[in-house]
Each structure stands twice: as C-alpha cells, then as structure tokens.
C-alpha cells in the first residue's frame, strides 16, 4: 500500500490564483480530511469527508473547497490563492471503524 | 474548548538516555489520544494510539501512558538513539464520530550522539 499520498510536494503561487491539492489514499478508508499546519498555530483542521459525495467543514474552511466523488481521492481547492494561505498542508484518512489515523507526506504551499 | 500542551517546547539529551515527552489536555472527556513523529519536512507518523479505556500501549521502545482523569499523556522513549531525533507530536479526539483531532504544538527532541 502506498498509504495517503499528495502531490505536489511543493507549490508557488501568485495572489489570486487557484490550484488544487491532490491527496489520494488506496487503504479503502472511509474518512478523510484536509489540515494546514502552521508556526504557533499548530494543525487546524480545514474540511472533511465522511464517504463519498460527503463533505464537511472543519475549523478554518474559509478560502478552500473540498469535493469527494471517490472514496479514494480528496482534492482541496483554493479558489483565490492568499498570503494568509502560506502553509504546509496535510492530508489524512481512517477507517470509520477504527481511530487511528494515517497523514500524507504534505504540501508545501507559498503564496506571494 | 480543549487545549492541548505539550511541555517542554524543546529536550536535547544524549544518547541511551531513557526520556519522558509530556502531554497534557484540559477536558477529560476525550475518546482517544494518539502520538506522532513528525521528521523535519515531512509529514506526521502514527506511533501510538491509546482508547479513553486503556492506561498504556507499547511499541517497541516506545510506551505511551494515560491518565484520563487528571488530563495527563505521557510518552516513554527507552535507550534512545540519535534517529528518534523529531518532533512528536500529541493529539485528542473527543469521541468516535469526531472528525477534528485537537493538536498539541509538539516537543522536538534531539538526541545526541
């Protein structure tokens, strides 16, 4: 198993441009979820799914939309690229069943 | 609101020295805690997990500790070694269908050879 994985790895954009993060994770969990980390701020949760065609939002969702047409791929959606949105992002899934959760590797996003 | 800390914000000790990470959560109804690694750039590593209903999990060299009522985690690191060298991070989660794990802001360790 590959586990969860993101791509890029690292990301440059300009003020009020758009991208979206990939995550993926092939170990057939039901839950998965987008977090920001952040220098003093710690990881905040951004948005969730609990399946597929279910999304929700977490602490900071303002800025960012989520979609979950397949159980195994989560992407995140800046719709509008900010400085406020420099951070490292991270992407997480479990099993319902099961608290354990598992993170990808993250993406390193800049914002100018 | 749960608060997690962790304390100290940073530990430097030599190698084989046995060590003890602290985590600490302000409301005591918490469904579980987990504990990561986080190596510099990359991203979080599950250690261990502890249920509300456990005291303690243990992998390898590792023994996590769990004291629900006073609010209290502790991570136990036995003959450590320069690679353990990271951040760990701790984390609650209020009950099962919580989707929200509540973070402390990590200690970073570094072991010295």
């Known amino acids: 198993n590959a586990g969860v994985t993101q791509t890029p790895k690292f990301q440059v954009l300009k003020t009020g441009q758009s991208m979206t993060l990939q995550c993926a994770q092939d170990?057939?969990?039901?839950?998965m979820s987008w977090y920001r980390q952040d220098p003093g701020m710690g990881l905040r949760l951004i948005h969730y799914?609990?399946?597929?065609?279910?999304?929700d939002q977490g602490e900071v969702p303002n800025g960012y939309n989520v979609s979950r047409s397949t159980t195994e791929d989560f992407p995140l959606r800046l719709l509008s690229a900010a400085p406020s949105q420099t951070s490292v992002y991270f992407c997480?899934?479990?099993?319902?069943?099961?608290?354990?959760?598992?993170f990808g590797p993250g993406t390193r996003l800049t914002v100018l | 609101k749960q608060e997690v800390t962790q304390i100290p914000a940073a530990l430097s000790v030599p190698e084989g020295e046995n060590l003890v990470l602290n985590c600490s959560f302000t409301?005591?109804?918490?469904?579980?805690l987990q504990w990561f690694r986080q190596d510099p750039g990359k991203g979080l590593t599950s250690l261990l997990l502890i249920q509300s209903s456990q005291r303690e999990q243990t992998s390898g060299r590792l023994n996590a500790s769990l004291d629900k009522s006073s609010g209290r985690s502790t991570l136990y690191i036995a003959a450590s070694q320069p690679g353990d060298s990271a951040t760990y991070l701790c984390?609650?989660?209020?009950?099962?269908?919580?989707?929200?794990?509540?973070f402390g802001q990590g200690t970073r360790l570094t072991i010295n050879p």
């Open positions: 409301d005591s109804a918490i469904y579980n």
């Open positions: 997480a899934s479990r099993r319902a069943a099961h608290n354990e959760q598992f």
């Open positions: 170990m057939n969990h039901e839950y």
């Open positions: 984390a609650v989660r209020r009950d099962q269908g919580a989707q929200k794990l509540v």
């Open positions: 799914s609990v399946g597929a065609g279910i999304t």
